[in-house]
């Protein structure tokens, strides 16, 4: 009756089974993998832990304090500034401009208003009348026709003039007004003008122009003579 049961332990011993070990192997690698996957979900949780807790601290410590808004007021107000000033300096220009203008006559251009006049006398260049006004002949006399008539304008403008040639004078200056007080158009204005393009006169004036601003402006008339009256063989 032993013998069977030896039998048995023998067979037992002798029996190989190779999954065995490979079962275990893998059981223990399963459960290294296991707790290492658990240590690495734990640490990533304490990561974000302390970056959420960094967060809520760094909010907590800016509490109260109002963010940085982009605004471009600032740049605005500097600008607003810069043209105030550069508008003001303007402002002071043009008051300076107008005070000269006002007490100075500077900066008025005649010849650029309806009021302006010129003219040439017998074969005289257009430049003349253009140098008369700029200035480029310096005033030797003047008469001032104010208050008068026609007729005593006539009479004093006609013995200014003859009396100016006499004496050798070139340039003189003949002060008319604008005539704005007159109804419809400057009447002493268009005499003196109307006098001046007479045969008589044309062939004894080089030019005449309205004065500058400083002189009378469109009020008063330079006149450019000649030394002596152009002569038939000049006059066409």
Sequence with gaps: MKKPAENICLKSSLVHNPFTR???LVERVHSSSSTDLRKETIKEKETVSKYLSE?????????GVDPLV?????????????????????????????????????GFIVSDTPEYIEGTGYNSHREFARRLHRGDFSIQAHIDLH??????AKEAFESFLG????SGKRTVLIIHG??????????????????????????RVIAYTSAQSYDGGAGATYVLLRSRPATKKSVK
């Design 163 to 166: 009396d100016a040639i006499n």
């Design 22 to 24: 490979l079962k275990g």
């Design 55 to 63: 967060e809520e601290l760094f909010k907590e410590a800016m509490s």
């Design 147 to 152: 208050g008068m008539n026609v007729e005593q």
């Design 70 to 106: 982009k605004n471009h007021a600032a740049g605005k107000n500097v600008a607003i500034k810069q043209i105030e000033k550069f508008s003001s300096a303007n402002e002071d220009e043009t008051l300076s401009q107008l005070s000269n203008l006002v007490n100075h006559g500077e």
């Design 178 to 203: 604008r005539g704005l007080s007159s109804r419809g158009e400057p009447v002493l204005k268009n005499k003196v003008r109307e006098w001046l393009n007479q045969s008589y006169w044309l062939k």
